[in-house]
């Protein structure tokens, strides 16, 4: 089965970016929808931005419209969620999980995927 693993996280300050990095073993990422998800302490793991294989349809949470772009490089095995002009409410865990939905918006709302949530990779913004 797929493996994924999310890399990039970091410290940054308010207005900064980073870019998020899913990095696929075990099959192609082609063959997956991938949803990037974030999970606060104290609070529910919620859907941030989701696309599709079959045609790369997007979603994102109304939070991060215009701030994070989702996009795939299937050559490289990898999705990336580019974070700009950062929030300190951005501040969660970030995690990437496959799953088969065609609804980017579906797979995002409703955590439509398969497997086991890993270890995932901390933002936080603060000054």
């Known amino acids: 089965q797929v493996q994924l693993v999310e890399s990039g996280g970091g410290l940054v300050q308010p207005g900064g970016s980073l870019r998020l990095s899913c990095a696929a073993s075990?099959?192609?990422?082609?063959?997956?929808?991938i949803g990037w998800f974030r999970q606060a302490p104290g609070k529910e793991r919620e859907g941030v931005s989701c696309?599709?294989?079959?045609?790369?349809?997007?979603y994102y949470r109304d939070s991060v419209k215009g701030r994070f772009t989702i996009s795939r490089d299937n050559a490289k095995n990898t999705v990336y969620l580019q974070m700009n002009s950062l929030k300190p409410e951005d501040t969660a865990v970030y995690y990437c999980?496959?799953?088969?939905?065609?609804?980017?918006?579906?797979?995002?709302?409703?955590?439509?995927?398969?497997?086991?949530w890993g270890q995932g990779t901390q933002v936080t913004v603060s000054s």
């Open positions: 999980a496959p799953g088969n939905p065609y609804s980017a918006a579906r797979m995002c709302i409703y955590r439509l995927t398969f497997g086991s």
């Open positions: 696309i599709t294989s079959v045609d790369g349809s997007t």
């Open positions: 075990g099959d192609t990422l082609d063959r997956y929808a």
